[in-house]
C-alpha cells in the first residue's frame, strides 16, 4: 500500500505533457481483438487500467507486448478464448468492451460483471439493448454477461440515455455485422471518435462519430493497424485546474483546445486567464477567483469526471458555487473527504453547494475513486501544511507519474509505503 504527502502551498510554475486518452485506450485494446492481426497502438498512457487490460488479453491467448511504456502490439492471431473471468475484469470498468469485440468477432462473448469505479449503479442496459437488437441473445448468469449470435445484422438503435460505453460496444459489434446499423442519440465524446478512426484504420467503415448520429456499414474482415491516441481531456483538464487552484502559471502541452472549451470557458468565468495555442493553453491565476456554477453533461457539456476536480477548486473561490452533477447519480461521495481539508460544501442529491473558504488545512484523506483521488490532490496542493492521500490504487488506474508531472512544475509530493 502506497501513499502520497503533500506539502501544500507551493505556487506551480512551468510545463505539464498529457499522456495518451484513457478512454479511448480502454476501448481500442478490446476493439484490436477484432482483427486476426496485428495491432500496435502508440502514445497509450502508462496506466493501472491499461496494464490490466493488456494481462487480461494474453490470459485469453493474445500476445500483447509493451514495445515501449506508450506502445502496445496486440497479435490477436493466436485469440482462443471468448470467456473473461471476473479474477481477469474485475479491477477494470471498460472491461464490457471485452463483450461487444468478442461478440463481433466470435459472435459469442462471455464477460465476468465490469468492476471499476463505484458512484451508484452503473447500469449497462443499453449495451444489451443493441447487443439484442443485433441478433444476440443476452443473458446474465452467476455475474457473468453472456451474448450469442448466429448471425449479427445491422439494424436501428436509439439510446435511451447518452451513453459513451453503449456508444463504442454497439459501435464494436456492428463493424462486422452484415449491413448497415445506425446508433441515435450517440454520445459524442473525444473518445467516441477517435475509436471510431482506429476501427476505421482497420478497414471499418464507420460515419458520423462525434454526431448523435452514427451510421456503421458492416465489413467482411479487418486487418492490423499502426494507430496514435488522442491526448486525455480529463487528464489535461486535471493539469489546468492545478495551474488555476495554486494560482500559478502552468502551460498545459499536447492536448487538443476544442476538446477543452468548456472547461475553458469556466475557469474564464472564474477570473482564470488563458492563452490558447495549436496544441497547448497556458493558465494564469493571481487573485482569488470567483464562484461560478456548474451543471456536468455529455460532450461537449461540462465533462463528470472533471467535477470533484472543480469542486477542489470552487472550494477556495470566492462567494457560493452550485454543481449539479446530471450524468451519474451518486459522484459526491468523496465531498466528505473535502471538507476534512476544510471546505465547506453541503450535498442534497445531485446538488452541491459550494461556500468558497479562504484557506483549506492539510489532513489525512482518502481517495473514493479515480478522479475524486485527483480532486483530492489538487485540494492538497493548495491546502497549507501536510495532506496525506491514501488509496492511491484509484489514482494510479488513471493518471500517469501524477506527482512527477506536478513536481516538476514545484508542487512538493512523495510517494512513500505504508
Ligand atoms: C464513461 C467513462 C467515465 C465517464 C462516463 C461519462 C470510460 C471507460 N469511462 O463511462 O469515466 O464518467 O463515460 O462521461 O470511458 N447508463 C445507463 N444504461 C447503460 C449505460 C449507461 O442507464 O446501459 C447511464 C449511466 O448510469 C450514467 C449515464 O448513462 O448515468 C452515462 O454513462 P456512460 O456514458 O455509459 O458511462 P461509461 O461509458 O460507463
Not at 470498468?93 to 461487444?100: F, Q, T, V
Not at 443473458?139 to 459513451?164: C, F, N, P, W
Not at 473561490?317 to 451518486?330: K, L, M, Q, Y
Amino acid at each position: 500500500m502506497e501513499e502520497l504527502i503533500v506539502n501544500g502551498g507551493k505556487r506551480l510554475e512551468g510545463e505539464v505533457f498529457v499522456s495518451g486518452a484513457k478512454n479511448a485506450a480502454v476501448a481500442m485494446i478490446p476493439a484490436a481483438i477484432l482483427a486476426n492481426d496485428v495491432c500496435v497502438i502508440e502514445n497509450l498512457p502508462y496506466i493501472d487500467d491499461v496494464i490490466s487490460l493488456a494481462d487480461t488479453l494474453n490470459e485469453m491467448g493474445v500476445k500483447c507486448d509493451f514495445l515501449d511504456p506508450h506502445t502496445l502490439r496486440i497479435d490477436s492471431r493466436n485469440l482462443n478464448n471468448f470467456c473473461a473471468t471476473y479474477e481477469a475484469v474485475k479491477k477494470i470498468r471498460a472491461s464490457y468492451y471485452l463483450l461487444g469485440a468478442l461478440l463481433g468477432r466470435y459472435k459469442q462473448a462471455e464477460v465476468a460483471f465490469p468492476g471499476g469505479c463505484n458512484f451508484g449503479t452503473r447500469p449497462i442496459d443499453q449495451h444489451i439493448k443493441g447487443f439484442t437488437a443485433l441478433g444476440a441473445e443476452v443473458v446474465v448468469e452467476h455475474g457473468m454477461i453472456k451474448a450469442r449470435a448466429d448471425k449479427l445484422v445491422g439494424t436501428q438503435i436509439y439510446l435511451d440515455v447518452v451513453s459513451v460505453g453503449a456508444t463504442i460496444n454497439i459501435m464494436l459489434a456492428a463493424v462486422l455485422a452484415e449491413g448497415t446499423t445506425t446508433i441515435e442519440n450517440a454520445a459524442k465524446e473525444p473518445h467516441v471518435v477517435d475509436t471510431a478512426n482506429f476501427l476505421n484504420s482497420m478497414g471499418a467503415n464507420i460515419k458520423g462519430a462525434g454526431t448523435d448520429v452514427i451510421r456503421i456499414v458492416g465489413v467482411k474482415k479487418l486487418s492490423g493497424t499502426n494507430y496514435m491516441i488522442i491526448p486525455d481531456q480529463i487528464e489535461a483538464g486535471t493539469y489546468m485546474i492545478a495551474g488555476a487552484i495554486t494560482r500559478g502559471d502552468v502551460t498545459v502541452h499536447n492536448l487538443i483546445p476544442k476538446h477543452m472549451e468548456s472547461v475553458s470557458a469556466k475557469l474564464l468565468e472564474m477570473g482564470v486567464e488563458l492563452e490558447e495555442g495549436d496544441d497547448y493553453i497556458r493558465v494564469k491565476a493571481k487573485d482569488r477567483l470567483k464562484a461560478v456554477n456548474i451543471k456536468t453533461l455529455p460532450y461537449p457539456g461540462f465533462p463528470t469526471d472533471l467535477q470533484p476536480q472543480m469542486s477542489a477548486l470552487l472550494s477556495i473561490a470566492e462567494g457560493t458555487s452550485i454543481i449539479t452533477e446530471s450524468v451519474w447519480e451518486n459522484r459526491f461521495q468523496y465531498i466528505d473527504e473535502l471538507k476534512r481539508l476544510g471546505a465547506d460544501i453541503k450535498v442534497e442529491g445531485r446538488v452541491a453547494v459550494i461556500k468558497g473558504v479562504k484557506k483549506l488545512s492539510g489532513a489525512q484523506v482518502s481517495a473514493t475513486d479515480l478522479r475524486a483521488g485527483a480532486g483530492l490532490v489538487l485540494a492538497a496542493l493548495a491546502a497549507e501544511g501536510k495532506t496525506t492521500i491514501n488509496n492511491l490504487q484509484y489514482i494510479d488506474r488513471g493518471y500517469e507519474a501524477i506527482e512527477k508531472k506536478l513536481n516538476a512544475m514545484g508542487a512538493e509530493i512523495i510517494r512513500v509505503k505504508k
